[in-house]
Structures are given as C-alpha cells and as structure tokens.
C-alpha cells in the first residue's frame, strides 16, 4: 500500500522532475563543468584549468557589459517601482473604467517580448518615428532615441519598463488591497494627511511586496537580452551590449562555451551579492 | 470637552438603503453615552458619521458649537477607539501611542510626557517597545485606548471596544474605561451590541434598532419602563418573558392563555379595560417570577434547571407556554418537578401586539 502510494507520487512529479534535470539541474553542472574547459560545441573539450577566468578579468568588454547593465538597472528598476506604485495606488482608487486600465497596463506583460520590441524600434525611429514625429509637431528637434550612446540605453530601459511594469503593478495591487480600512481610518482620526498616510502607513504595511518587486527586477534586470538583441544588437559603440548579451555571443557567435559559461557563473554570482545586498538594506526587523 | 448634538441625522447608503434616520441626540459635556442595539441597527455608522468617516446625508452634527459635517476627522478633535484595535503593525507601543502628537508637531518633551502618563494609566508602561503583534487583545485594546488619551480630544468615541475580548477581560476593561471617564470627565460615546456593557457604562444609554431610536434614558429607567416591546426584550438577561393572550372580564380583568390563565391584578386594570376580548402580550422579567411556597399559583413544570452558582434559572413549561425564571440558588427544586409560580405583578409589562408599544 505505502509502495503503491510513493510509486503514484513519484509518478506524479515526475514531468516537472523530468524538466528540471533537463532544463536546469543538467545544465547547471554542464556549465560549471564547462568553466573548466575550451569547448566549441563540434570539437573535443580541451581542459584549461582557471585560464577562463585570467581571460575574464583581462576582458574590457566583459566589464563595459555589467556597467551597461548596471547603468540600465539605474535607470529602470527605480522607474519601473515608482510608476508600478504610482499606477497601483490610483488604480485602488474608487475612479471610472478601473478595471479598463488595469487589464490596458498590464496587455503589455503578455505580450511577446521580440513583438514589443520591433514595434518600440519603429517609435524610436530618428526619422521615421512616431515619438520623434510628435516632438516635432510640438515644435522640440529630433532625439536619436536608439541611435547616441548617451540615449540608448536610457531608450531600452524605457521601454522595458512600459513592458513590465503591469506585473509590478499588479503585485502592488495586491499588496495596497491588503492594508486593512481601518488602518487608515484610525491615521484619518490620527490626524495624517494623504501624504503621511502614504509614507507611515501604506510604505511600511506594503514593504514585503517592495522587496519582491526589487528583487524580481533586479534578477529580470540583470537578464536584459532580447531588447538590446533586437534594437540594437549592443551598439552604438557597445553602448547597449548587456552581460547576457555579450555571453550570447561568446557562446553562439564565437563559440566559447567555456568561456561563456565562466561569465554566466560570474553574472550569477554578482545577481546574488547584490539582491543581497538589496534584502539587508530595505528589509525592515521584525 | 465639548456638548455633541445630532439634529435629524439620516444616513442613506446606496441611494435607497437608510441606514440611520432622523437621529436626534444631546450629548452633554462630559457625559458618557451608550449606542446598543443589535448588529446592523446603524450604532456603528452614528458613531463613524460624529468621527466623520462617514459622510452625512442629511442633518447636522455639532461638537461644541461648530456643525462638523464637512470638517476633516483630524480637525474634529475626536479620538475613536476600534473593535480591532486598528493599532499600527510597523511601529511600536510608544509610536503607535504618540503618532497622533507627532503628526501634530506636539513638542517631544511633553510627547514623552503625555505617553508616560497614559502608560502609567493603563498600566503598559513595561510595553512601550513591544509591536502590537507581541500584545495579548487586552493589552493591544489599553494600547488602542493610550493612543486616545494623549490627544486629549473633545469627545471619545469607542466602537464596540471589548467584543474582541474574552470573558474576564471584557469585565476588566470595562471597569478600566469606566474609571477612565470618571477621572478626564471628557464626553465619551460608546456603541455596543451588549447591553450588559450598556447597562454598567452609560450614564445615558440610547437602544436602537433598523436605524430609528427605540428609546433614551439612564440605564434604570429603561429596564424599568421599556417604551416597547422590542426594548423591553433587548435590555436585561435573561430576557423578559413575552406571553400572548385574551383579556376577559369576569368579576376583574382575566389575562387568558388557556393553561396559562390569570387575574390582572397590577393596578394597570384601568389601561387594559379597552383591551377585553382582544389579544395583548405580557411581558414579566425572570427576577419577577418566584416559586409558591403555597397552594398558590399557576402550576408548571421544571423542565431545565441551570445553575449559575448565585443564581438559578429555571426553564418553565406548561402545554406550549415556556417561561424562564431566575431564583435563589438554595431554592430546592429538581428537573421534572411540578411547582406553582406567582407573578410580582407591580412589574409585570403589558404590550399592544399590533404596535407594540407599552401599554
């Protein structure tokens, strides 16, 4: 009986078991096997011991890559949580067409990431673009959204931003709808302000889902890929060239999975350090 | 300190929905005041329109001499205690207690002050560190109470305060809440669904029910001169026994419910002769009841005995009437026993079953 029973469990996981070793569990040893190796996908493995790792750390390109992705973070990840919280708070307000705006802001989400970002190449377009056309009927000069290394970047993290930032919305939703009524009665008769209502109670009640939302946007963040894969294949001047894309490259371009997979461990191992780093600075005691 | 006057109030919600209705109260300065009624009569929503939580549909309220309909709670100068404590998670005792001074730029020193005082009152002085999730519900309600007191509003206001609490502790508050009015002297109005706590706190205690006023009146008058029979049941527990019958006049007045039948004998003979031939209810208090020692009576059987240790009650019955009875606890009785029972009839209550109003 006992037998049968942990035979139909271990039936029963058995898909996602299956999909985990193949999907994650293999490649995650694969790669940290491959850390240790040159390998061009067709030839034989060839042992190098850390010399990956020498190549890494000599790499300049390797390193403008995390600080393109950084300077991205910069921008998005306070954007993205300021506006998700701006958006949630007043779509928990009692207005008209509520439910119209939130299932509009939150389209984007499931919209396929290559979709989304053909149709926001054409927007930033410097002289066929849309954004560019209503700047000028409004009487400014064109910006070379995609096109100066100063701005395209700032672009991407944008667009990423409109992309995404339905999800945090909804989170926050959830998390405004949470705090009880009463609490904020008993602020009202406290005699707080909108403002002071915000900031004592509505940050410190929501703060768990804060954290959440920091943390899935930095890890989504770090990953920053199919944008820059896209619109701009890392230029101008490697100005857009994120981490994930340059290991792309390593790997499926020049094929150094080796080297490839070296990198990825390293791009891991900062993500960790700075969510870290994150939870230890918001995360309130108690 | 301030008077709290409500002139014709009327809340209607969803358009349709009243809530309250021409509710006129005078709540003088430093009096305590007690809503009761049963869930839904509209008590909360009297209280949360003088907070101004809620807005008013028609009608005026004052505090002092200011109409307040359209003034913010935080310029009321009003301090509401909740059901749920509604303490803030996050902070502290001591921030929790003094975020209301805070907002209000009161000097820190007197702040500490102020807490330490309210602290000393309620005895949490050894808490101020704790967050309310660390609190029992009777500290986390002395809490909810300290934030109140700091204020030193014109009014307090106290929406079902002890109903979160178990038994002995809702004893223990009470008599705490009620030392509190005795020592500020500040107007208090308290809404409550328990009319024990009705009874032992107000000094004016107002019954509602489906948003209209039933009755007003100290504690005593209303238990003894109910207005109507929805009153008269509210208040007192056990609550008075209700019997329908037929008035018949055979030499003096005859209160007739078949097995249950009896001579009016209560001096109220004058007010019942109109109602002979027709259908009245009786309404006698469970205290009002006793066992016949004699042949006397009206014959009955003891069908459940509960002993309350002071006290007894007694589940009465014969045919299809049932009485209860509250006597002595050394009365010697026994389940299953027949006994005769005599009426104090100077405080028996007769009701008009149509309107139900005490005849």
């Given amino acids: 009986m006992n037998r049968k029973l942990s035979l139909m469990g271990y039936l029963m996981s058995a898909p996602y078991i299956i999909y985990f070793i193949i999907f994650s569990a293999f490649p995650i040893f694969f790669s940290f096997f491959l850390i240790f190796h040159r390998w061009n996908i067709v030839g034989p493995m060839k042992w190098v011991g850390l010399a990956n790792f020498n190549m890494m750390f000599s790499d300049p390109l390797f390193w403008t890559s995390i600080y393109n992705t950084i300077i991205f973070l910069l921008i998005h990840i306070p954007l993205q949580v300021v506006v998700a919280l701006v958006l949630a708070e007043v779509l928990n307000q009692k207005i008209k067409a509520r439910a119209f705006f939130r299932a509009a802001f939150f389209m984007p989400v499931v919209v396929s990431g290559v979709v989304v970002t053909i149709l926001w190449k054409q927007l930033y377009s410097t002289d066929t673009g849309l954004l560019n056309n209503l700047l000028m009927a409004i009487g400014f000069g064109k910006v070379e959204w995609l096109t100066s290394t100063a701005m395209a970047m700032p672009s991407i993290a944008l667009m990423a931003t409109w992309k995404n930032v339905g999800l945090y919305m909804i989170l926050f939703l959830a998390g405004l709808q949470s705090v009880p009524a009463y609490m904020y009665e008993a602020a009202d008769i406290d005699g707080a302000t909108t403002l002071q209502k915000f900031r004592y109670i509505t940050i410190p009640a929501i703060n768990p889902v804060i954290i959440m939302v920091l943390i899935l946007s930095t890890i989504g963040g770090f990953s920053l890929f199919i944008e820059p894969y896209v619109m701009t294949g890392g230029g101008p001047l490697n100005s857009t060239l994120s981490t994930v894309l340059y290991i792309y490259r390593q790997g499926f371009s020049f094929y150094k999975m080796g080297y490839a997979a070296t990198l990825g461990f390293m791009l891991a191992a900062i993500i960790f350090v700075v969510v870290l780093i994150q939870r230890k600075l918001i995360e309130q005691d108690d | ?359």
């Fill in chain 2, 1 to 359: 300190m301030a008077d709290v006057v409500l002139k014709d109030v009327t809340k209607i919600f969803d358009k349709e929905i009243y809530a309250v209705k021409d509710f006129n109260i005078e709540i003088s300065d430093g009096e305590f005041v007690v809503l009761v009624g049963p869930s839904g009569c509209g008590k909360s929503t009297v209280l949360r329109m003088i907070a101004g939580l809620e807005e008013v549909t028609q009608g005026d309220i004052y505090i002092g001499d200011k109409i307040v309909n359209n003034i913010a709670p935080k310029e009321r100068d009003i301090a509401m205690v909740f059901q749920n404590y509604a303490l803030y998670p996050h902070m502290n005792v001591f921030d929790n207690i003094s975020f209301g001074l805070k907002l209000r730029k009161v000097d820190s020193k007197e702040i500490e002050k102020r807490v330490n005082d309210a602290a000393e009152i309620l005895g949490i002085n050894h808490l101020m560190q704790r967050k309310p999730k660390a609190l029992s519900g009777g500290e986390r309600q002395r809490v909810a109470l300290g934030r109140s007191i700091v204020r030193q509003p014109k009014v307090f206001l106290f929406d079902e305060p002890l109903s979160n609490l178990d038994a002995k502790l809702r004893v223990e508050l009470r008599t705490e809440i009620s030392k509190l009015h005795n020592r500020l002297k500040t107007t208090m109005i308290y809404v409550t669904h328990d009319q024990v706590e009705a009874m032992t706190l107000g000094e004016k205690i107002i019954i509602m029910r489906d948003g209209v006023i039933q009755q007003k009146g100290t504690p005593v008058d209303v238990y003894d001169n109910p207005v109507n029979k929805f009153v008269a049941g509210f208040i007192g527990s056990p609550s008075m026994n209700f019997i329908t019958g037929q008035v018949e006049d055979t030499q003096g007045l005859l209160f007739n419910r078949g097995s249950l039948s009896f001579p009016i004998n209560s001096g109220a003979e004058d007010k019942l002769k109109e109602f002979v031939g027709k259908d009245i209810i009786f309404g006698i208090r469970p205290e009002d009841i006793s066992i016949s020692g004699k042949e006397k009576g009206i014959p009955m059987v003891v069908e459940i005995l509960e002993m309350m240790g002071n006290e007894i009650y007694l589940h009465l019955a014969i045919d299809q009437n049932t009485l209860i009875a509250r006597v002595p606890p050394d009365t010697k009785v026994e389940e299953g026993q027949k006994v005769k029972i005599i009426f104090n009839f100077p405080k028996a209550h007769y009701f008009d079953p149509d309107s139900q109003i005490r005849i």
